[in-house]
């Protein structure tokens, strides 16, 4: 069971790395009117019946958008027909790499006989896979969303990667502390969080290139933003996966606090895990303030998702192999 | 809808200042504070504030955490060290920067919600407004809905339907002896937004409660009756009070260990650890019971919590008059195959019979020693293998002269006093020896030391803290409100229904979300249905 795991963990990576492959070639030969069509089309469904702007700003869902009519720009590399077989081949590559994904952590799961995320590796490997599922019903919900497919599964090739390489720990029963029921909801909690948070990231990192290509930047991030989605589309998802994970990562905390409690006498301590969980907390809730404040530039909000991503990489990957906590029982040798 | 609310957290305007007193000046500017630090941007500076403050404590030793690590650093840095020390780097969570931050988001949250809070009351008490005269200028809008009947049984129909869906409902005649129906719902969505900012006051108010009537102390309790300790401050080996708890306050118990298991992987981390343990409460009953990583004793105020484990050597001593003396003295793991460390001292050792001790020619004893549950392969490691006792044996080196527990000074219990050892007056005897269990070894000074064997030792925690209650509530109260407010939706509906003709429908959200047309829509399919001829005309 083990070692399928191991296997499956090489499949998933290499099923990702592939579906990168064929976005990278469905972004490089599509043209970018497929994609703006799409997207126009998508957002034609979502305003039918809405007719005078409403209060723009406000918090919950799509303000009033004014379609810009993309140009058809036919590039020297656009072939529509090898785009859309490169899409369609790069989604079966992505199902294909979820589906050995799914199976590396539930092999995980039954040769450790345990919850599969009881250490470094595992939880990397969890959060991962909760990323690949949301972009998988995101976009099954909104195909339009699919150029941002190259980027989720960079992140997911770079995050398991780094998992495989240097985190990899053999399976082990848990020590004394994490052996509780809280362990469980606690750490589903967090890397549902994180997983959704993680998708949130790349969103927020898409609308600022795609922001900045709009207003007319060219240089090398912003040349990426050439085939994305409209930029308010984009802030928009942004915000629905933030304020979608948030209370799931408040609800993580609360959990973690309350397990604490019972585990080391005490339900907040400042341990360092403990202190980065809260500065992303606080970094997002500074998301969602900024967000609703009407005078904070959306692209002001949008850093802050970026850099609440960055603390909760920080928590991960600094804090459990820099510092020293009582959280260090990362397992990583 | 963002926009009024920046302006409903804002106090009320102030009012002109006529003349220029400096008692005015003062008031005025007591106002632009107030309204800034009430802000909800300055809410959003302050958070960051507050996450960049915490970086600190999470990069460098923290005091509370693990004192020594803070002294290793201090040691190491000779300049910057004591400079950070001024700046409260070491204590960064109880600093006053730190609580500064906190404490003005807090007044600026207080500032905030009551305003808020007043304006919401009024706006859930107030009832749905009356229709705007051209519901065609809504976002959303149908008219031409052809409802038959007397407009009151059309409006009474309309009413019933809205409460159905939730909504609040007000019919009002209007003066042509037409009827309006105004609907609204989702007040919910700003409760749930100050129910969860109330909560994060009520979690602040939690925790200062904690600080200040609650208390930890922790004990190493070897296991045996003879070793058990008392819920009192003498016998706690670190302890740590809040600003109101008097010593006399804390909860009365006595502890001891009866046994203390540890089961451990084969890769030598530990898998179970057990306490069992005997306590009495003030003069009750005596009571047995298991205390496990995880599973605390809860008594009615303190809880005991088992945080790791460790072995004690037993060692009898046989000094040069034949005098013996047991002691069982707990040695510290030094690593997670717990090598353990120790002193074992007899202080009264060596004293003539008959006469007293010569101040001037102390011979005490003592052995620091290295316990190793289990010997390497390679002895020459001098560290165990493996946690439990598999191959155990006690290396110690002996010890003669003045331990220098006299001068008053409190002095660790598991290390010798280097200051007697370096001024000569405490001298090494000897090679070392090494003791397996049941094991005499005879010293070079003709007096005999015999190791018994070991006792398990655990270190509990005793903890207080009466804020936790309110804090767990907060927590939950606080998610509840975020849910809500996340979730919530402002949603107003109209009908207006003439004395005769089509009936026109309108509707408003205070935020357009998705499905908002949709739920629309579906109202006025609602109201159709009551009817078998629809003829809406939706604004397509
Ligand atoms: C510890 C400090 C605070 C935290 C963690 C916090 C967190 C939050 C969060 C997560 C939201 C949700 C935003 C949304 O609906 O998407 C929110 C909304 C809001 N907060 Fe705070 N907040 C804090 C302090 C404050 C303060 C001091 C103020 C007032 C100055 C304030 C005013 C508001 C307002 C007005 C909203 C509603 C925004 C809207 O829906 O239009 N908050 N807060």
Redesign the interface.
Known sequence: MAALSDHLLVVAILAYALAMLTYAAEYAFGNRGVVARVAVRERRR?L????????S????????VDLPDEPESAGPLDDPRIAAWAGRVAIALTLAGWLAHVGCVVSRGFAAHRVPWGNMYEFVLAVTLVGATAWLVLLMRRPSIRPLGLFVSLALVILLGIDGVKLYTPV??????L??Y?LKIHVTAAVTASGILMMGFVAAALTLIRTGFEAGKTRFPYSLGDRLPAADGLERLTFRLH?FA??IW??AI?CG???A????????????KE??A??AW??Y??YL??R?????KRTIATWIAVIGWG?MMINLFV?NLV?S?LHSYAGVG | MAALDELTIQAPAEPPSRGLGPGRALVGLGRRLWRWLTSMRTALILLFLLALAAIPGSLLPQRNLNIDKVNKYLAQHRVLGPLLDHLWAYNVFASPWFSAIYLLLFVSLVGCLIPRLRAHIAAVLRVPPDAPSRLERLPVHAEDLDLPGEPAAVAQQLHDLLRKRRFRVRVREQADGGITVSAEKGHLKETGNILFHFSLLAILIAVALGSWYGYHADRLVVQGADQGFCNTLQQYDDYGLGARVKPANLEPFCLDLTNFQATYLSNGEPSVYKASVDYTIGNGPAKSTVIQVNHPLRLSHARIYLLGTGYAPVVKYTDKYGHSQTEVAPFLSTDSMLTSTGVVEFPDANVAPGKGVDPNDKQQVAFSGTFLPTVPSDPSVGQSAFPAERNPALMLTMYKGDLGLDAGIPTSVYALDQHQIDDGRLKKVGAPIQLKPGQTAALSDGTKIQFLGTRPWATMQVRYDPGETLVLVGAVCLLIGLIVMLLGKRLRVWFRVPPEGPVAAGALARSVYPGFTAEFESIVEDARAADQRPTLRGSR
């Open positions: 979502e039918v019946g809405v007719g005078a702007p409403v209060d700003g406000s918090l919950d869902e799509p303000g009033p082990a029963p848990l020590v004394p502390a052996n509780s809280w304020a948030f209370p408040t609800f609360i606090a309350i397990w409690e019972a585990a080391w006498g005490r339900y907040w301590g400042w341990d360092p202190t980065w809260f500065i606080v970094i809730a500074g303030h900024a609703a404040t009407p005078s904070v603390a804090v510092v906590g």
